[in-house]
């Protein structure tokens, strides 16, 4: 098979263009700025925000398309058209659990509530959900849509476990907005992977999944598993209760539960139950104690509430 994965440098898109790579002719279509991500990978340079680079350099059709850095809807109206017209018919774009609305549709979020992005999300929720619309506009025969709620693995760009293994690792304190009690969900990105790659090849029916584990965590239970990937107790988690505090200041997950119904991607044909979070998590710790330091580096907002809590960051 002949798939054109865009993006395929990045954390999500690099995992995806190594895993499609293991059985298929995989090209990439970046800006070019970072190495392709292994041999015999082929890179097409060109920004999708230009749409004369893109058609310099798409001059003919994939047997699939991966779309991994479709963010906002110009991305979508300077690539998609182009590929539909030269032939692409199988169409896989990774969307988001963002384009569900928390305030107008109760959790955990099904493949049939109605999306319009959810105002913790700012923009980034609302342009997927333009996306979405416009690649169904744009009429390709097998387009699937994937949408996963937070994405963890070796090689997380976003700092989230990290964040907090640095923590736990020093015994430093972990802030916590609320009681603790928020509730959100994940997906290995190996697991999103090889949905991506049943896409391609055919084996997934082409339609809407929410894409993770089977259910959500608590922020104190996340907390407790990271722990106990990493082989140290959990001491010191402070509830942060004022809700006028930005979580994000000194925390790596906005305040809000973010959960989303699974079964329908668990009950596809070909597709493999996800592994369990904890399993995933001490494969994952074992990755960033390899290939990082785990840089303990408190946040101007931590320090802050550090004060407030009488609690030292020495």
């Keep these: 098979m002949r798939i054109l994965v865009l993006g395929g440098t990045n954390f999500i898109g690099r995992h995806i263009a190594e895993t499609l790579a293991d ?4 090209t990439i279509l970046n800006r070019g700025t970072q190495n392709v991500p292994r041999g015999g990978v082929t890179r097409l340079t ?24 479709g963010t906002e809807p ?9 590929l539909r017209a030269l032939g692409v018919s199988r169409y896989t774009f990774i969307s988001s659990g963002s384009v569900y609305n928390s305030r107008t549709t109760q959790a955990p979020f099904a493949e049939t509530s109605t999306i319009t992005g959810d ?14 619309r416009l690649l169904r506009d744009c009429g390709f025969e097998e387009l699937t849509v994937l949408r996963p709620p937070y994405v963890y693995g070796p090689g997380n760009s976003e700092p989230r476990e990290q964040f907090l293994w640095s923590r736990l690792l020093r015994g430093k304190p972990i802030f916590v907005p609320g009681d603790g009690s928020t509730t959100i969900q994940f997906c290995h990105v190996s697991y999103l992977a090889e949905v991506v790659s049943a896409a391609c090849r055919g084996l997934l029916e082409p339609d809407v999944y ?6 959500g965590i608590s922020f104190d ?12 107790p959990v001491s010191g988690v402070l509830h942060v209760l004022d809700p006028a505090i930005p979580a994000r200041e000194y925390f790596p997950f906005r305040n809000y ?17 996800e592994i369990p979070l904890e ?36």
């Design 23 to 26: 059985s298929a002719d995989v």
């Design 46 to 69: 060109a920004d999708r925000t230009d749409p004369d680079s893109i058609a310099q350099v798409l001059t003919h059709g994939f047997d699939a398309v991966v779309d991994v850095s």
């Design 74 to 82: 110009e991305h979508i109206t300077t690539t998609a058209p182009l």
């Design 119 to 132: 105002p913790v999300w700012g923009e980034y929720g609302r342009a997927k959900v333009e996306c979405e």
């Design 210 to 215: 929410n894409v993770g584990d089977d259910s």
């Design 221 to 232: 239970g996340y907390i407790a598993n990271l722990a106990r990937a990493a082989g140290v």
């Design 257 to 273: 539960s973010m959960v989303l119904q699974t079964s329908k991607i668990a009950a596809a044909a070909h597709m493999v139950a």
């Design 279 to 314: 399993t995933r998590l001490a494969t994952t710790f074992d990755w960033f104690r390899e290939h990082t330091p785990l840089a303990y580096d408190p946040t101007p907002r931590e320090r802050e509430l550090s004060d407030q809590f009488d609690v030292t960051h020495s």
